[in-house]
């Protein structure tokens, strides 16, 4: 078997849905493994670690949320969450215990396989895996000593919160961060305001963002929660 051919765990106790995905992301050239119980789920990944799981929250034996929570006192594999439940609560908790990404069902198989891809390159490249190197003139460029930034080699026009902004999200790209966690590094003077004014901020640093790479969304928006940064 090609050892360059990632796995992808596949953690969901409805059959149908499970082999649907699995289709999907082997037709996107990804080997796959199927576990429909949760029992089953750290026990598997101890005997052979896959490249990313794919981790549904309602499951018998036990919930994906007490899976996540074992699974990250010994490994960092990424974990995206799929589940129905769209409750904040559920969002955040599922965040806070490790997971890497969310998709709402119901879903587009090719949206999960999209997910899969952008979040494999983002770990590969922060592992220094084989994955080429993104030529600087094409990339995000902060400096905090000047407060500028630029992408794809255009300078960027920023607000000194728009430039903390930007690069509160690009310290740490593919996580989520919510509302509250964005404002706590906004304004130096500790003013207070409404979380309402992250999404103003947002609008204008996309608008900025578009005008260089319109066709590349770079920030984007995790219902419910906040917004991560995609590079």
Known sequence: MNNDIRRILIVEDEPKLARLV????????????????????VPAVKAR???????????????????????RTFSDVP??????????????????????DYICKPFSPREVVARVKAILRRTQRGNG????????????????????????GNALDL?????RLLKTLAAA????????????????????????TVDSHIKNLRRKLDAVSPEQELIRSIYGVGYKLEI
């Open 79 to 100: 974990i995206v969450m799929m589940t129905a439940r769209v409750e904040e609560i559920d969002r955040l908790v599922g965040l806070e215990l490790g997971a890497d």
């Open 159 to 163: 607000t000194p919160v728009e430039f």
């Open 173 to 196: 790209p593919g996580r989520v961060f919510s509302r509250d966690q964005l404002l706590d590094n906004l304004y130096t003077d500790h003013r207070v305001v409404t979380d309402r």
């Open 22 to 41: 699995s289709d999907y992301l082997k037709a996107a050239s990804f080997e796959t493994a199927i576990i429909a119980d949760g029992r089953e789920v």
């Open 129 to 152: 895996g084989s994955a080429p190197a993104v030529p600087e003139e094409e990339g995000l460029r902060i400096d905090e000593s000047t407060y500028t930034a630029s992408f794809k």
């Open 49 to 71: 670690v896959p490249d990313l799981i794919l981790l549904d929250l309602m499951l018998p034996g036990r919930d994906g949320f007490d899976v996540c929570r074992e699974l």
